[in-house]
């Protein structure tokens, strides 16, 4: 069983950064895949981005490429996302997911193959 606990989350102006912190506890499978996931008001959860936790494997949506970076401290059991250049539409509670598995493209993007998740943490971003 594995505890996520998200953290970074709070109120930007648009075109200002913010760093979301997702800190693992328990036991983990390996491989592994850490992932963020979003959920905007009256919208469906989607993929921001997945990582691996054994490899140098990364994965963006296209909304947040070349803004957004996600990144990993094996020692310190955490996954962090970076996010630069905000915009209004990025306003969503941010979820970090896991699982263990290998990373492949299509394999991250679900969000029911994901079997823990964190509490969440709401980004709010304004004009």
């Known amino acids: 069983q594995v505890q996520l606990t998200e953290s970074g989350g709070g109120l930007q102006e648009a075109g200002g950064s913010l760093t979301l912190s997702c800190t693992t506890s328990?036991?983990?499978?390996?491989?592994?895949?850490v992932a963020w996931f979003r959920q905007a008001p009256e919208k469906e959860r989607t993929l921001t981005a997945a990582?691996?936790?054994?490899?140098?494997?990364?994965y963006y949506a296209d909304s947040v490429k070349g803004r957004f970076t996600i990144s990993r401290d094996n020692a310190k059991n955490t996954v962090y996302l970076q996010m630069d250049s905000l915009k209004v539409e990025d306003t969503a509670i941010y979820y970090c997911?896991?699982?263990?598995?290998?990373?492949?493209?299509?394999?991250?993007?679900?969000?029911?193959?994901?079997?823990?998740w964190g509490q969440g943490t709401q980004v709010t971003v304004s004009s």
């Open positions: 328990g036991r983990t499978g390996i491989p592994y895949v």
């Open positions: 997911a896991a699982k263990t598995g290998s990373f492949s493209y299509a394999g991250v993007l679900s969000p029911k193959s994901y079997r823990n």
């Open positions: 990582i691996s936790m054994n490899t140098d494997s990364t």
